[in-house]
């Protein structure tokens, strides 16, 4: 009986302690909840720990605790903090009451696709719940609003690159014509270069032909000449004798030459 007393003893100090420990966690929540209406978000925030480090299971401590890091605008805490909330209770209004806060931390966080998928969660579990509704169409909206403006990014862009490419093209087309223009200037120059040389080859040609012609002439021997003088020398050695003939014409002609007599 000695030890069936011992036992009961100690159930009892240990609900005693569970009691206690669930009192001041309970008495920490109100205290937040307190500070939360005055707006004292922060002070709030660290009566919610203290109420989890008493006691991890409460719901009320979790879910609170997410509420005041959602007006912090800590959205990723409180997302964290109301996704516990939800392994902490299974009544489905609490539920839907944890799936819409998550909807809006996620709206915040500009994930509006999830947020979306939050708030049909909370209808799912409470669907006359008009601030629910409110916000999932507020949501839907948002979504499409976003896809259309991403759409249009993507004409914009696609348009852009488009119109880049047809820059670059026209670009290459004129480099090309350019390049093709500097190439046939390039050919036209050679060729009227080419053309001058060769004009300038056969003018020099043609030259050498005629001073190799020049200098050939100059080089053939010239026939004998007699001039007026030596003709009327000659005549008037005829006057005087045969022997100054000869020796007039050997002067002139430079070999003798034999006449037969006439007289």
Do not use: C
């Amino acid at each position: 009986m000695k030890h069936v007393a011992n036992i009961v003893i100690l159930i009892l100090v240990i609900a005693s302690s569970v009691a206690v420990k669930a009192q001041s966690a309970r008495s920490s929540v109100n205290k937040g909840v307190d500070l939360y209406k005055e707006k004292k978000f922060v002070d709030s925030e660290v009566e919610f720990k203290k109420g989890l480090e008493k006691s991890p299971s409460n719901f009320q401590a979790n879910y609170n605790l997410g509420d005041s890091f959602y007006k912090q605008g800590k959205y990723e805490e409180a997302l964290k903090s109301f996704s516990s909330a939800l392994s902490k209770t299974n009544n489905n209004e609490l539920k839907s009451k944890v799936f819409h806060n998550i909807g809006n931390a996620l709206l915040k966080s500009d994930k509006i696709k999830e947020s979306v998928g939050a708030y049909i969660n909370s209808l799912k579990l409470d669907p006359n719940n008009e601030a629910t509704k409110y916000n999932l169409s507020y949501a839907l909206n948002m979504l499409k609003d976003k896809n259309k403006q991403n759409k249009n990014d993507k004409n914009n862009k696609n348009n852009k690159d488009n119109k880049n490419n047809k820059n670059n093209q026209n670009q290459n087309n004129q480099q090309n014509k350019q390049d093709q223009n500097k190439n046939k200037n390039d050919q036209n120059k050679q060729n009227k270069d080419q053309q001058n040389k060769d004009q300038q080859n056969k003018q020099q040609n043609k030259d050498n032909q005629n001073q190799q012609q020049k200098n050939q002439q100059q080089n053939q021997p010239q026939p004998n000449k007699i001039s007026k003088q030596q003709a009327e020398a000659i005549l008037n050695a005829l006057n005087n004798n045969e022997q100054d003939l000869q020796k007039q014409l050997r002067k002139a002609k430079g070999s003798p030459i034999k006449n037969a007599k006439d007289w």
